[in-house]
C-alpha cells in the first residue's frame, strides 16, 4: 500500500528522529485512509502533539520547512527539498480545522476518508477511551495483535470479516473466569480451560507461562466471539 512519507525517510543511515517529519508527510497529505501505529498510546501522543503544536506544523507545511528538531542532516535535507514542497492551500485547511477546537471528530475532518487506525490496545484501556473521546471519535481500532505479562498472547484477525483476535495456541496455558466471579479469589474459583468458554460472554485471562508466571490473572476481560477447534477468537474488552 502507498504510504504518506518518501521511501527514503524509512530507509537511510542517518542517526536522526524522523517522527516530527513522517507527521508533516501525513498531514499535507488529505487522502490518508489509515493510520498504522503498534501502540494506540503512541497514537494517542501523535494526536496530542497536533494539538500543541499545530500552528508550527501548519507553517512547516505552508512553507515547505522544518521548524522542530534539531538540524537536518544533508541527506534529509535533501529529502525534504525533493519532497516537502509549499502547499499554502493545505495548510490553510488545517488551520481552519484546528483553531475551530479538537473534539472527538478531528481525525475525520483532517482526513476525511480514514477508516480505521491499526494498534494495539492491549493494557491502554484509558488511554484508548481518551483517544476515542477526545480525538477519534467512531475511527474504528483494529487490533494488530495482544500483548500481557510479556507475552504476545493474540494476532489480529479479519476471519469471515468480522475484526478481532485469533489466540495463540501455545503462547501460554490459557484459563478464563467468567465475569461475574471476578471478584474472588482464583483458589475458590472454578475457572473454565478453552472449550468450555460460551460465545459472546466476558472473562478474565488467566496464563500459565514458561517465562514463570503460574495462574496470574491478567486483569484483562476478553469477549468470546466463537472458537474453531478450541482456537478462541475474541475482542479484546474496551
Not at 521511501?7 to 507527521?23: A, G, K, M
Not at 529529502?79 to 475525520?108: H, N, T, W, Y
Not at 488511554?127 to 500483548?147: A, N, P
Request: glycine share 6%; with cysteine.
Amino acid at each position: 500500500p502507498d504510504v504518506t512519507s518518501p521511501q527514503d525517510l524509512f530507509f537511510n543511515d542517518v542517526n536522526y528522529d524522523t517522527r516530527y517529519l513522517h507527521l508533516l508527510f501525513a498531514l499535507r497529505d488529505a487522502d490518508v485512509e489509515i493510520i498504522l501505529q503498534p501502540k494506540v498510546r503512541w497514537t494517542h501522543r501523535v494526536f496530542e502533539y497536533i494539538e500543541e503544536n499545530w500552528n508550527v506544523l501548519c507553517d512547516d507545511i505552508k512553507n515547505g520547512t522544518v521548524s522542530m528538531g534539531d538540524t537536518l542532516p544533508k541527506e534529509l535535507q535533501d529529502v525534504i527539498d525533493r519532497f516537502l514542497l509549499p502547499d499554502k492551500q493545505r495548510a490553510d485547511e488545517l488551520c481552519k480545522i484546528f483553531s475551530e477546537g479538537f473534539d472527538s471528530k478531528v481525525a475525520k475532518k483532517i482526513w476525511p476518508k480514514l477508516t480505521a487506525i491499526y494498534t494495539n490496545r492491549s493494557g491502554d484501556n484509558e488511554v484508548y477511551q481518551d483517544l476515542k473521546k477526545r480525538y477519534i471519535g467512531e475511527v474504528d481500532c483494529i487490533d494488530l495483535y495482544y500483548d500481557t505479562c510479556g507475552t504476545i498472547v493474540g494476532v489480529g484477525d479479519t476471519k469471515d470479516g468480522e475484526a478481532g483476535l485469533k489466540m495463540i495456541e501455545r503462547a501460554a496455558f490459557y484459563e478464563f473466569i467468567p465475569l461475574e466471579d471476578m471478584g474472588k479469589d482464583i483458589e475458590k474459583i472454578h475457572t473454565l480451560l478453552p472449550e468450555e468458554v460460551v460465545s459472546g460472554k466476558k472473562y478474565e485471562l488467566v496464563i500459565t507461562t514458561s517465562a514463570g508466571l503460574y495462574r496470574y490473572r491478567t486483569g484483562d476481560v476478553i469477549i468470546v466471539n466463537r472458537s474453531d477447534n478450541n482456537i478462541l477468537r475474541y475482542t479484546y474488552d474496551v
